[in-house]
């Protein structure tokens, strides 16, 4: 089933959270052909639950750090996150990268953390413009794919992949559905022979400008197995079209 997840970044407060929930739900009555997911900023995360009970709709964060409890100011911990309804994760976003200085390292300390507390992680990959035009692009996601699921190889069918060209996320200049395709295919490749047994169970979402008039271009393709959306999830009608976009 394919995944159309909501990034909603640094967005949205309590109130417009629960006006935002109010009037997608409208919109998204029986979600049961495609797995819909919100990921509210973390002060919205207890209402977003109550809200979404019972809805189809799943819950999932942002962010989160590695350990379970201790001296980390303003850090959320995976059991913190389950308690409070999610079941996803977004790890390693491209801001979290470029912005706030996480490496490879930090992000597969993420991963393992969310693992055994049960989160389904989904771990965010992609080139720089730079590196696109020196042709590093697989040479990129290769290396970020595989020091991410460096010791937890075989437990990459519960992770999904997003595979957001830096390039393109915000700029309002997607990747085509081409360049897409390539990348995930060669994703695909590189998870069968990580680990073989998983095969086929790890999603690989495009995230890179996605919007109502371009979601359908991109879900002709069947290695696109859902989205990951930002700008364009902010509104609910917005995401509500991409969602019903295939």
Known sequence: MRLIAANWKMNKTVSQTQDYIRSF????????SREIL????????YVAHQMLEGSGVK????????EKSGAFT?????????????????IGHSERRHIFGEDDEMINKKLIAC???GLRPILCVGEKHEDREAGMTFKVVETQVRLALSGIEDMSDRIDIAYEPVWAIGTGVPATPEDAVA???????LLREMNPKGEGKTRILYGGSVKPTNAGEFMKHPEIEGFLVGGASLD????????YSF
């Open 74 to 90: 303003g850090e959320i911990s995976p059991p913190m996150l389950r308690e409070i309804g999610c079941e996803y994760v977004i």
């Open 25 to 32: 739900l409208k919109f998204v009555e029986h979600p049961e």
């Open 115 to 117: 693992l055994e507390e």
């Open 38 to 45: 919100l990921c509210p900023p973390f002060t919205s995360l």
């Open 236 to 243: 609910p009608e917005s995401f509500a079209k991409i969602v």
């Open 59 to 66: 819950l999932g964060a942002q962010n989160c750090y590695y």
């Open 183 to 189: 990348v995930h295919r060669f994703i695909k490749e």
